[in-house]
């Protein structure tokens, strides 16, 4: 396919996806389709000649549009609500184009650099403490990660590694291993799976914290069971709180058990995977009083804030902390300015190595809808 052509079909797909968005109140919400429909509908093997485009694209509304579950449509209440928006495609769209694969800063400055800048815009946003800006000498930043499930596995993987290195600090003795088996990290009982699954992954013990009559955490709960815990030997190092719970949209006391986790040399987590949007409007910005306590905060723009998916911002008050988790430097990955103290490389701040150039869709959406634009949705 040549430019030309390029441009033609890119022209159409561009109509196609507006016309279907324009019109996806008219499909069934979800698929009626059995398990195994599509392998019939297509052949066993690979085309040995090319086929024409045509073709594929009407196979789109043969083969995959009934197997779609249409989540933008205004009769899909499952979930969460799926943000979307045209500026967020047209992003996505520019991002596939450069194709750029952001593993560190000189794979492409612009990558890494504008990624640090939008999530110090969206701080700004919700008002999160200096310590988590990353500004231009910040301890703190901002990294945007897949989904909060990797956002939460990132916080304990970081907690443990600081945990141990703390232990080993004081008694030289004592083994990884050792330590390992001691300590213990803690969530409310309506936190979501993934917090959960995280410890599994972590390979540390887990707790889960009974909550109130609201389905809050609240300090003496944590500290009850925590103080069971270190009477029997067992380290504390990570609690992960939840404001906006997935069964009840629950929100933990933070400002009771961020002071409770600091006393403790415990890292804070904070999942506020589906309601931390809503804080950027100052009504609702109370509910995120006792940031100042955490370690980490995590929400997902991917849910109210018209980015589409897949988009999840976490800040660290102390990058080195994350850093320091996971820093490897092989000699095919050096570049002459990651000496400076003037440039980030993300792969250390996540699981993969490589990365999308995720946050052109922040900075569409930021500047074509505004602050203002985007209270106004949160609000409706």
Request: charged letters at 20%.
């Amino acid at each position: 396919m040549d430019a030309a052509e390029f441009r033609r079909r890119g022209k159409e797909m561009v109509d196609y996806v507006a016309d279907y968005l324009e019109n996806i109140e008219n499909r069934p919400v979800f698929s009626d389709i059995e398990p195994g429909y599509l392998r019939s509908l297509i052949p066993t093997e690979a085309p040995l000649e090319p086929e024409n485009y045509e073709d594929i694209i009407k196979d789109v509304e043969r083969v995959i549009m009934p197997g779609i579950t249409h989540w933008h449509s205004p009769y899909f209440f499952a979930y969460f609500p799926a943000a979307s928006s045209y500026p967020a495609l047209l992003a996505d769209m520019l991002c596939g184009a450069i194709g750029c694969i952001g593993f560190s800063w000189a794979a492409s400055p612009a990558c890494t650099e504008l990624e640090t800048v939008m999530l110090d815009w969206l701080g700004k946003m919700l008002q999160l403490p200096e310590s988590f800006i990353a500004g231009t000498h910040g301890s703190g930043g901002g990294v945007i990660q897949g989904t909060a499930s990797e956002a939460t596995l990132m916080s304990l993987l970081a907690a443990r590694c600081k945990a141990i290195r703390r232990v080993q600090a004081v008694n030289s003795t004592y083994s990884e291993s050792d330590i390992l088996g001691k300590l213990v990290a803690y969530t409310s009982e309506q936190a979501h799976s993934s917090v959960e699954r995280a410890a599994l992954i972590g390979g540390v013990m887990m707790k889960k914290v009974p909550t109130d009559n609201n389905y809050a955490v609240r300090g003496e709960m944590l500290k009850g069971i925590m103080e069971k815990d270190k009477a029997a030997g067992l380290i504390p190092f990570y609690f992960c709180a939840t404001l906006g719970t997935t069964p009840s949209c629950a929100f933990d006391h933070i400002t009771e058990l961020g002071p409770l986790c600091n006393k403790e040399n415990m890292w804070m987590h904070i999942d506020a995977a589906y309601a931390g949007s809503a804080f950027i409007c100052p009504e609702f910005r109370p509910l995120l009083n006792g940031i100042e306590f955490a370690d980490s905060f995590n929400f997902n723009p991917h849910k109210w804030l018209l980015i589409n998916f897949d988009c999840s911002a976490l800040w660290v008050k102390k990058r080195t902390d994350i850093i320091g988790a996971f820093k490897m430097e092989p000699l095919y990955l050096k570049h002459e300015n990651q000496e400076s103290g003037l440039v980030t490389d993300y792969r250390h701040w996540q699981i993969p190595l490589g990365r999308r150039f995720r946050s052109l869709k922040l900075w569409f959406v930021f500047r074509m809808y505004g602050l203002q634009g985007l209270q106004a949705h949160i609000r409706k």
